[in-house]
């Protein structure tokens, strides 16, 4: 039995359909049982697709079966077909190759090229009569070399690609016979009727839009006996190429055939849809609404980026490379900082506000100042002077690191010194309370940090802002100067023609604030105002002080020429100290305050001092007065209008201010 149903399956398979009357009809091809091969496919949208946009291929759909197409007297039955097409092209005036219905003796087409051979023959064998192929050709290529008359025809071709009959493609409107252009490769469905009258030896082929009727005129005609050209049994199907540049999707939507008999008309309505018209949504809501989505997004990112690159820009110029390890991204910076928020502020000093940061990648703790720096004038000089500050290294200077440039504002990246600066310890913000041996190790320390700036180094560094709040204390509580060298900033960005003074009022030099210029000894001097602030636990001046006592130099002289100058001690301090050494420490401060700089000792010699390594000079043998203390912060009182006397840095207008 089963035996039995394989051979009819198996006759069934190889035999030709012999009815006379055979038909079939797909609405769309979900359940055709197509032969394929090349290209084509049977989407799952039930079209039937020959080609894609693979460059130089070819696809070809057959109905599976043989087909007897010739009567016992050898010739050629009646027979009709109607199909729609269409071939979508990426160009709106061009396309690739076109596309064909075929009746063949195999249903391959074994040795036919693609390109301008449609898939249906080669070099070789084209126009050979033993080809036995009729084709309807739908062609989208001008092919000079096959008397192609445009590149938008429909031929009949028997045996080779020169067309035996070829028109324009278009169609006769029922009623009026005007003649209507179609233009195959609109990417719109076509519906084309081939049919061939055994009879009258007549084949026409008839063209219209799909929601037209069929024309009664049809576009082609032609009076040609098929008996020679058809074999007994023939294959029917379809056949398209793609071309070497241009390629196009070509597609049938659907199919239907008989022989002997006029094909039934397809069912508009069932047909698949095509990919460029699947659904108004998918094709028109679903791409513009992807491509505002798309175009926000791009404009979002492009925004976010302009945004990156404005909140992380910076200034960095040819000339600054070779400062490259000292040279800070401004970008790590933001990080380090959380944003430069105010919570990680250590503080506002004269020069800018500083604030705590981790650097990203290196986990270093730093402190960053910014400085705004307004002026490109010089900066080349100041950033050559960064690095060269940037290689001093002494176990008494704050490390500066690095910096980092910006429109109008400088960076400078320092070690964060973990215990803060020295003037909270000593104006009641006490982290930590400092006892007199801790007080006179600083004081050592900043002494030898000097020494280094001065003498030390290639060329002198003046400090010039030597004052408790510029100097910073380790985790070992040694005292660190920061800010070196800072001040020239102002001299490299300032106009020439005004003579900024910079120092912090109190512990300026008198000709310091009457030339603005620097010296070592203008910074022996603010190191002597230095030592009576740690000695006293007070500032240099002090608002709100008894009258005589405003002024601390004055009041430590005061209390000298009285032989009592351990009445001016920090009460801070209790007992706990040695009292050579406070002696030592005040007595050496209003030495460094003569208001002549070379009565003044330097640093070097006032380290032997404190060291205990030689005696200081008495100060009566100097024969100063209250007079020879001096005091340019005296006279420029009035101006002095900080009344928690923190950080009066850059007296700006010392001289200028019209005394
Ligand atoms: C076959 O040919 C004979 C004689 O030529 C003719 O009488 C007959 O009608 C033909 N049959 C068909 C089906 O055309
Ligand atoms: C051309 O096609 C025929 C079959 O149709 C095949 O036998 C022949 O080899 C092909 N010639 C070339 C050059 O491909
Ligand atoms: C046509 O093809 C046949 C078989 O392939 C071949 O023998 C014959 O020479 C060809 N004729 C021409 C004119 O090329």
Redesign the pocket.
């Known amino acids: 039995m089963a035996f039995k149903i394989a051979l009819l399956m198996m006759y069934f398979l190889v035999c030709p359909v012999t009815s006379e009357e055979l038909g079939f009809k797909y609405n769309g091809f979900w359940l055709a049982n197509m032969n394929l091969d090349g290209l084509a496919v049977i989407t799952s949208g039930g079209l039937l697709k020959l080609t894609d946009t693979t460059k130089q291929g070819q696809g070809h759909a057959f109905y599976p079966s043989p087909i007897n197409f010739k009567n016992s007297n050898g010739s050629a039955y009646s027979f009709s077909t109607c199909f729609v097409f269409a071939i979508e092209s990426r160009y709106r005036e061009l396309s690739g190759e076109g596309m064909a219905f075929v009746i063949a003796p195999t249903r391959g087409l074994q040795g036919a090229l693609p390109n301008e051979f449609l898939g249906l023959f080669n070099e070789?064998?084209n126009?050979?009569?033993?080809?036995h192929v009729f084709a309807v050709e739908l062609d989208t290529i001008k092919n000079t070399e096959f008397g192609d008359i445009n590149f938008n025809h429909v031929g009949i071709d028997i045996n080779g690609l020169e067309s035996k009959v070829s028109k324009p493609a278009g169609y006769y409107a029922n009623g009026n016979s005007v003649f209507h252009d179609l233009t195959l490769f609109c990417g719109k469905p076509i519906q084309v009727w081939v049919e061939y009258d055994g009879l009258a030896k007549k084949i026409s082929v008839t063209l219209a839009p799909l929601k037209a009727n069929k024309p009664n005129t049809p576009l082609l005609s032609l009076s040609y006996d098929l008996s020679p050209i058809l074999k007994q049994t023939m294959y029917v199907g379809f056949t398209s190429t793609t071309g070497p540049v241009l390629s196009s999707s070509h597609y049938v939507m659907g199919w239907s055939f008989r022989m002997n008999g006029i094909a039934e008309g397809l069912d508009i309505s069932r047909l698949p849809k095509l990919p460029s018209e699947k659904s108004k949504f998918l094709t028109i809501g679903l791409p513009i609404i992807s491509s505002v989505i798309l175009l926000t997004a791009i404009l979002a990112v492009t925004y976010y980026m302009k945004w990156m690159k404005k909140k992380y820009a910076e200034e960095l110029e040819d000339w600054e490379l070779e400062y490259g390890p000292h040279r800070f991204k401004y970008k790590d910076l933001y990080i380090a900082t959380k944003g430069f928020r105010d919570k990680e502020l250590l503080g506002s000093g004269g020069f800018g506000r500083v604030y705590r940061g981790l650097l990203p990648t290196s986990k270093i703790q730093v402190a960053v100042k910014r400085v705004s720096h307004e002026s490109r004038q010089g900066m080349r000089e100041f950033v050559a002077e960064i690095a060269s500050l940037g290689r001093l290294r002494h176990r008494n200077l704050v490390p500066l690191l690095g910096y980092c440039r910006r429109k109008g504002e400088l960076l400078l990246v320092y070690e964060n010194m973990p215990n803060g600066s020295l003037d909270k310890c000593l104006y009641g913000q006490p982290n930590i309370s400092l006892n007199w041996d801790q007080r006179f190790h600083v004081i050592k320390g900043v002494a030898s940090g000097l020494i280094y700036l001065h003498e030390e180094w290639e060329q002198a560094v003046v400090h010039r802002d030597v004052k408790a709040s510029n100097v910073l204390l380790d985790g070992e509580l040694n005292g660190r100067l920061g800010d070196f060298g800072l001040a020239r900033l102002y001299d490299h960005g300032s106009d020439p023609r005004t003579t900024r003074v910079v120092g912090t009022l109190g512990y300026l030099a008198p000709e310091h604030a009457r030339s603005g210029k620097a010296s070592t000894s203008t910074d022996v001097y603010a190191f002597g105002a230095f030592l009576l602030e740690v000695g006293c636990g007070r500032r240099p001046i002090e608002p709100r002080a008894p009258t005589e006592e405003i002024v601390m130099v004055n009041w430590v002289f005061s209390n000298w020429s009285r032989g009592e100058i351990l009445q001016a001690i920090d009460p801070k301090l209790g007992y706990d100290y040695v009292k050579e050494e406070v002696e030592l420490v005040l007595k050496l401060g209003l030495l460094c305050s003569h208001s002549e700089a070379v009565a003044r000792p330097n640093m070097r010699q006032i380290l032997l001092y404190l060291e205990g390594a030689a005696a200081p000079p008495d100060i009566s043998s100097l024969r100063i007065s209250a007079t020879g203390l001096t005091f340019a912060h005296a006279e420029g009182f009035d101006d002095f209008n900080n009344s928690d006397g923190n950080s009066s840095s850059v007296a700006a207008s010392l001289l200028s201010g019209g005394r």
């Open positions: 070789t064998n126009g050979n009569s033993s080809n």
